[in-house]
C-alpha cells in the first residue's frame, strides 16, 4: 500500500516538472523569437547607448527620430537673424541662407547601420541585460563661405553710394550752384567679420556699420562757371555764383548758330595750331595750306578753348568788329587780350552755360569775301553762302598766305602741359 501511494506521488510530481518545464521551453522559445523579430527592425534603433549629437535613439522610429534630430540641430539653421547698418533694422537672413548645413540626415543613417549590423545574439545580449552600447556619433555643421561674401557684396551694393560733387543747375535765365551730396560706404571688412560670426552660429544678429565718403569739389570750393548769352552777345565770367568779369563776343549766326545748353570745357589749346582737313582734290580747304601755325594769319587766335559739343570753341579773333554781334559760324570769339586773360583763370572741365539772350544781333549788311576765320568756324559752308566769288576765290583769305612749316617743337599747349592731338579736323 505505502509503496503504490509513493509511485503515484513521484508520478504526479514527475508529470508536473514535464509540464513546467515544456511551458517554460515553449514560452522561452517564442520569447526569443519575438526578440529576434525586434532586434532585426530596419526602421529603429531598439538598443541604450545609440546616441547621435547628445540625443538617446532607443525606441523611436526613423520619423520619430528624425523629428527629434531636425528640431535640435535643423530648425535653428531657418531662425531669422535680423542684420542692422548704423542700428537701424535693413533686413534679416538666416544661417541656411548664409551657406551653413548639417550632416545629421547622414549621421541617423550610420548609427541604423551599426544596430543592423551588429550580431542578433549580441543585441539580444545588450536588450536581455539592458546594457548601455556606448555609441555615440557627432553631428556637424558646415558653412559655405562664398554665401557669407555674396550676401555682403548685395548689402554693399545697394547702401553704398557714391558721392556728388557740387555742380551747376540752370535756373531760368541764370543759375544756382547745387552743394555736394556726401555718399557712403559699407565697412566691408567689419561686415564680413560680423557676417561670418552669425553663419558659425557664434552671432544672433549682424551689426554692420559705414562710414560717409566726401565729395571732391563743394560749393565752398566750387571755382569757376562761364555764361554766354547768345543775342545778347555776351560772355559771364563767374567764381561761383559771384561775378567777375563780362566780356564782348561774337555768337553763331542765324543759319549757323552757337548750340543752347549745358556744356564744360574738354581741351585747352595755348597758341593752337589749325590743321586743313581736306584729304582730295574738291574738299573745301584742298588749296589752303595744310597747317597755320600760331601767329596773325592763324583762326583760332592766340588761345582756344574746346567744348564738348562737336566744333564749337571759344577763341580768339582778330575780326574785333564783329564783336557784339551773331556773326561767326557757331564758336564763340573773344577779343585776342579777353581771351589770353580767361584763359589763364579757367579750367578744364569748367561747367560753361549758353543761353539764348534775345534775338540776333547782326553786323551791318555788307557783301565781302569770307575770311579764313568764316571757313574754318564753317568748315567750308561760307564759301558755298558767298554769293560773288567761284569756289577757289571763295576760300581765299583775304591776304596771301604762304604756307607755314609747322615749329619744331609742340606749340599747342602752354608750357607744362602735354600737348593733345590736334586733330580737330578744322571743325569749329
Request: net charge positive; proline share 8%; charged share 20%.
Amino acid at each position: 500500500m505505502r509503496s503504490g501511494a509513493r509511485s503515484i506521488r513521484r508520478f504526479q510530481l514527475l508529470t508536473w516538472v514535464v509540464g513546467v518545464t515544456s511551458f517554460l521551453l515553449v514560452i522561452g522559445v517564442g520569447g526569443a523569437a519575438a526578440a529576434v523579430r525586434m532586434e532585426s527592425s530596419t526602421t529603429k534603433v531598439n538598443l541604450n547607448g545609440f546616441q547621435v549629437g547628445g540625443i538617446d535613439l532607443a525606441g523611436l522610429d526613423t520619423a520619430a527620430a528624425t523629428q527629434k534630430l531636425h528640431q535640435r540641430f535643423e530648425a535653428p539653421l531657418d531662425a531669422p537673424i535680423p542684420v542692422t547698418l548704423d542700428g537701424k533694422p535693413l533686413q534679416s537672413t538666416t544661417r541656411r541662407e548664409l551657406g551653413a548645413s548639417t550632416n545629421v540626415d547622414e549621421v541617423y543613417r550610420k548609427a541604423l547601420k551599426l544596430h543592423q549590423d551588429m550580431p542578433v545574439w549580441k543585441r539580444l545580449w545588450y536588450r536581455i541585460t539592458g546594457m548601455s552600447v556606448g555609441k555615440s556619433l557627432e553631428v556637424v555643421t558646415k558653412v559655405d563661405g562664398t554665401k557669407s561674401a555674396e550676401l555682403v557684396g548685395k548689402i554693399a551694393g545697394t547702401v553704398n553710394k557714391s558721392p556728388v560733387n557740387a555742380r551747376v543747375s540752370v535756373v531760368g535765365s541764370g543759375f544756382k550752384i547745387l552743394d555736394a551730396v556726401p555718399g557712403f560706404a559699407l565697412d566691408e571688412k567689419s561686415a564680413a567679420k560680423a557676417v561670418e560670426a552669425a553663419s558659425n552660429g557664434h552671432s544672433r544678429t549682424i551689426s554692420l556699420a559705414g562710414k560717409p565718403v566726401a565729395a571732391q569739389v563743394t560749393k565752398d570750393n566750387f571755382k569757376d562757371v562761364i555764361v554766354i548769352k547768345v543775342g545778347e552777345n555776351k560772355l559771364y565770367h563767374y567764381e561761383g555764383e559771384r561775378l567777375v568779369k563780362s566780356y564782348d563776343v561774337a555768337t553763331g549766326l542765324p543759319k549757323y548758330p552757337t548750340p543752347i545748353g549745358q556744356f564744360k570745357i574738354v581741351e585747352k589749346r595755348f597758341r593752337p595750331t589749325w590743321v586743313n582737313p581736306a584729304k582730295a582734290p574738291g574738299e573745301w580747304g584742298f588749296n589752303l595750306p595744310a597747317k597755320i601755325a600760331p601767329g596773325p594769319n592763324n583762326p583760332l587766335g592766340t588761345r582756344a578753348m574746346n567744348l564738348n559739343s562737336p566744333g564749337i570753341r571759344i577763341h580768339g579773333t582778330t575780326t574785333e568788329a564783329s564783336m557784339g554781334y551773331n556773326a561767326s559760324h557757331g564758336c564763340i570769339r573773344m577779343r585776342m587780350s579777353d581771351v589770353e586773360e580767361l584763359f589763364d583763370q579757367v579750367d578744364t572741365g569748367t561747367p560753361v552755360i549758353i543761353q539764348s539772350g534775345g534775338p540776333a544781333r547782326l553786323m551791318p549788311s555788307k557783301s565781302k569775301t569770307p575770311t579764313i576765320e568764316d571757313l574754318v568756324e564753317s568748315n567750308g559752308a561760307a564759301a558755298q553762302a558767298a554769293p560773288a566769288a567761284p569756289p577757289a576765290a571763295s576760300v581765299a583769305p583775304a591776304a596771301p598766305v604762304a604756307p607755314v612749316a609747322p615749329p619744331a617743337a609742340p606749340t599747342d599747349t602752354a608750357p607744362g602741359v602735354v600737348p593733345p592731338m590736334d586733330l580737330d579736323m578744322g571743325n569749329d
